[in-house]
Every structure is written in C-alpha cells, then in structure tokens.
C-alpha cells in the first residue's frame, strides 16, 4: 500500500483464522511515518523479549521443537500422532518445545505433559487463533514473530515438523537455511506424515535441484518418516536422509 492511502474498508466479517486488519500503529510503521523515538522504544521492546526468552529458557536440558498447524483439533489423525510423538520425546528424556498455540502444537505438549516431560512453549500474540494451550510447563508470549523463532531454534537439537501451513513451511525452511548457511549445526529435521510432505519433496528435488537453486546436500538434510520410532532413531543418531 502506498504512503498516504488508507487501509480498505472493514466488511463487517472478521477471518476465521490470521490476523485482523492491521492497527494504526502498523499503518504507520508499513508508510515509513514510524521516526525517531517511536523506532528507538521498537527496538529497546525487542531486546527486551530477546532477554525474556534467553532468561527463561537458559536452564533447558536437552530440547526438540516441533512445529505444526494450530487449526487441527484433537479428532485429526495429526493431532493423534503429535501427541503420541510427544509422549514418545519426553519418554526419551527429551524437553518438547512448540509455538505454544492450538493444534500439533498443543497435541505435542499435551504428549510430553502426560508422560511427565517438560512441555514449553513460545507463544505469539495474535489477535485471533493464538492462545497458549493448556499443556505447558513453561511458555513466553511474544510480539515478534522474528524473536519467537530464535527462541524456537536456538534451544533445540532437532526439529520435527507435522502437517502445517504457511507458518511451519517458514519454520522448516528458515531452519534448512539456517544449517545450510552454518549458522546453527546439522541438527536433524524430519518431517512426519510422508502422504502430507512427499508432493513439496517432489517439487525439491524435480524443479529446484534440477535448476541448482539448492544442491542435493540440502535436501538430503530433510528427512521424511511416519514412524515415531524413525523419529526417535535419527535424533539419537544425528542421521539426515530421505
């Protein structure tokens, strides 16, 4: 949108899912009126949720994230098999982090908590489908979605996607850019449900390796499982291949 317009007129129906229509304060920040002072709080405010998380999670034993879709309910197989994959990590001795949301989110949770794991969550502040669910030890709501997903990284040796959408595909990706750039280590990312993945593998593999936009490495790094026992080994053993 170009400076000086104004947002599109309110229909009187609110999305089910996402964001409301952006505040004033948005509009100005998008239109470059955002000078100043106003950008120096900005950025004292992100620190501080940096320092936030840092001080909350420093004591973190031994860490999986898993990310997924909020909008699952709990009669969806995926919700099943998160909980299942989170009651298996934490009977492994492994703390279960997630965005802290609805869905696999708190399906993973509430596997961890059930089996007596720790369950943590990095919740966003959302104005609709974000809440913290009810299974968590341990959570932070955030503002920026760009601190959440260092928190989500910078804890975890591995990292374990189930059905999503836009969301968990910028939370795999980023992390696969993460390791291919070296920025964090070659932690294993495995993504479970082989029927939901294998169609975006397919256009890795058959458009971007073939046209060498990534090499084959990188897409080796993804693993793609329906076992929770394959899950669990390739954790333990740090393999990465489809």
């Known amino acids: 949108m170009a400076a000086g317009q104004t947002p599109p007129p309110a229909t009187g129906r609110e999305p089910e899912w996402g964001k409301q229509p952006r505040t004033e304060h948005e509009?100005?920040?998008?239109?470059?009126?955002?000078?100043g002072i106003t950008e120096i709080w900005r950025a004292f405010g992100i620190f501080r949720e940096l320092l936030r998380?840092?001080?909350?999670?420093?004591?973190?034993?031994?860490?999986?994230?898993?990310?997924?879709?909020?909008?699952?309910?709990d009669t969806d197989p995926s919700y099943t098999q998160a909980r299942a994959l989170g009651t298996a990590l934490a009977g492994a001795g492994l703390t279960v982090m997630t965005g802290g949301g609805p869905?696999?989110?708190?399906?993973?949770?509430?596997?961890?908590?059930?089996?007596?794991?720790?369950s943590l969550g990095c919740n966003i502040e959302l104005p609709r489908e974000q809440k913290p669910n009810p299974y968590l030890d341990s959570w932070i709501t955030f503002?920026?979605?760009?601190?959440?997903?260092v928190m989500l990284v910078k804890?975890?040796?591995?990292?374990?996607?189930?059905?999503?959408?836009?969301?968990?595909?910028d939370e795999i990706f980023e992390t696969a850019t993460l390791i291919q750039t070296g920025k964090i280590e070659r932690f294993p990312i495995i993504?479970?449900?082989?029927?939901?993945?294998?169609?975006?593998?397919?256009?890795?593999?058959?458009?971007m390796i073939a046209q060498g936009t990534i090499e084959q490495s990188d897409f080796d790094r993804l693993i793609v499982t329906d076992s929770i026992d394959d899950v669990l080994t390739h954790i333990g053993s740090g393999e990465n291949h489809t």
């Not at 998380?53 to 309910?73: D, E, I, L, N, Q």
């Not at 503002?143 to 997903?149: A, E, N, T």
């Not at 804890?155 to 595909?169: D, N, V």
Request: glycine letters at 12%; aromatic letters at 16%.
């Open 155 to 169: 804890y975890s040796s591995a990292f374990i996607a189930l059905p999503g959408g836009f969301g968990t595909l």
């Open 27 to 35: 509009q100005r920040l998008l239109e470059g009126r955002s000078r």
């Open 53 to 73: 998380g840092y001080r909350k999670f420093r004591r973190v034993g031994p860490c999986v994230t898993v990310f997924g879709s909020a909008r699952f309910t």
């Open 191 to 207: 993504l479970v449900d082989r029927a939901f993945w294998t169609p975006m593998l397919d256009f890795l593999r058959d458009r």
């Open 143 to 149: 503002r920026y979605f760009f601190v959440r997903k």
């Open 103 to 118: 869905g696999i989110m708190e399906a993973a949770n509430r596997g961890a908590k059930e089996a007596g794991g720790l």
